[in-house]
T-cell receptor, first 116, second 112 residues
Framework: NAGVTQTPKFQVLKTGQSMTLQCAQD?????MSWYRQDPGMGLRLIHY???????DQGEVPNGYNVSRSTTEDFPLRLLSAAPSQTSVYFC???????????????FGPGTRLTVT | EDQVTQSPEALRLQEGESSSLNCSYT??????LFWYRQDPGKGPEFLFT???AGEEKEKERLKATLTKKESFLHITAPKPEDSATYLC?????????????FGQGTILTVHP
């Protein structure tokens, strides 16, 4: 049981390049989400999904796309990278059931992205 | 707007010196208050979920408590390996589904 995995761990992009950050979970969780973590800003929600084929925007969605074709995978796409997207990106997953529902989330190890 | 404030920003303790971290929150419709531990270069590691005022949970040297306005993370006889950033977050109904609002964290350093 690997939990939530993310690849790559580190990435450097040039402005305007595109790329996909990969996220997978093996806990059969319905809910998956992407956060970015910036100094002084804390963790902020980018996009989330409550199941295969269902996605929605979070707090800071501009410049990012997501799709969810399987329960296990939830990739995050940067369409045209900008220096403002330099950050650490975390994927998280949760069951939709239980008292805390989608809020009791388990995080992956993160991808550190630098855009020059 | 949901808000979470953690204090202090940084805390230095000697090994064995017990203390508490504070998390104050304002939220509409609390669905849960969550404590995470984050080591440098790693993702947040889930510690506790608290649902209602008066609830307490323990794990090794850590004990989390919840009131209607704040939560405390008590650390008893800490060890150097307890050094990390401790994050508090709330989940609230009425916002983006599953959105956690995080505090800025408390950086805990325990000296041997």
């Amino acid at each position: 049981n690997a939990g939530v995995t993310q690849t790559p761990k580190f990435q450097v992009l040039k402005t305007g390049q595109s790329m996909t950050l990969q996220c997978a979970q093996d806990m059969n969780h319905e809910y998956m989400s992407w956060y970015r973590q910036d100094p002084g800003m804390g963790l902020r929600l980018i996009h989330y999904s409550v199941g295969a084929g269902i996605t929605d925007q979070g707090e800071v969605p501009n410049g990012y796309n997501v799709s969810r074709s399987t329960t296990e995978d939830f990739p995050l796409r940067l369409l045209s990278a900008a220096p403002s997207q330099t950050s650490v990106y975390f994927c998280a997953s949760s069951s939709l059931f239980g008292l805390a529902g989608s809020y009791e989330q388990y995080f992956g190890p993160g991808t550190r992205l630098t855009v020059t | 707007e949901d808000q979470v404030t953690q204090s202090p920003e940084a805390l230095r303790l000697q090994e064995g010196e017990s203390s508490s971290l504070n998390c104050s929150y304002t939220v509409s419709g609390l669905r849960g208050l969550f404590w995470y531990r984050q080591d440098p270069g790693k993702g947040p590691e889930f510690l506790f979920t608290l649902y209602s005022a008066g609830e307490e949970k323990e794990k090794e040297r850590l004990k989390a408590t919840l009131t209607k306005k704040e939560s405390f993370l008590h650390i008893t006889a800490p060890k150097p390996e307890d050094s990390a950033t401790y994050l508090c977050a709330v989940g609230a109904g009425g916002t983006s589904y599953g959105k956690l609002t995080f505090g800025q964290g408390t950086i805990l350093t325990v000296h041997p």
